[in-house]
């Protein structure tokens, strides 16, 4: 091989490699915790992280997180304790599924 080839080919590679290592931060996360905003004109939901037990409306600290969602259900209210399952792309949370906790 012609070392322009051989350059070719490592370029072709690394391009590859790049694109896996992409592919596997793309898989689905979950997230559990209370919905604090959800906003049904700009699909953005903001969900505070809660540890098993802990009532509405506590005070205590938590990891807050914004997550888009394509359509928020008419179901889902602020305060209610979810599970959601997400993926994120650019910095950006897309919500793919959520599921209502009734305590």
Do not use: W
């Not at 905003?37 to 914004?66: F, H, M, W, Y």
């Not at 008419?74 to 599921?99: D, F, P, Q």
């Amino acid at each position: 091989m012609r070392l322009t080839e051989r350059v070719a080919c490592a370029a072709v590679i690394a391009v590859m490699g790049a694109f896996a290592g992409s592919a596997v931060q793309a898989a689905d996360q979950t997230f559990t915790g209370i919905g604090t905003i959800l906003d049904r004109t700009t699909s953005e939901v903001v969900i505070k992280q809660a540890p098993a037990g802990e009532t509405v409306g506590a005070n205590t600290p938590g990891a807050v997180e914004k997550f888009r969602l394509r359509t928020v259900p008419e179901s889902l209210h602020a305060g209610e304790r979810v599970t959601v399952t997400y993926t994120e792309s650019n910095g950006v949370k897309t919500i793919s599924n959520v599921t209502e906790k009734k305590d």
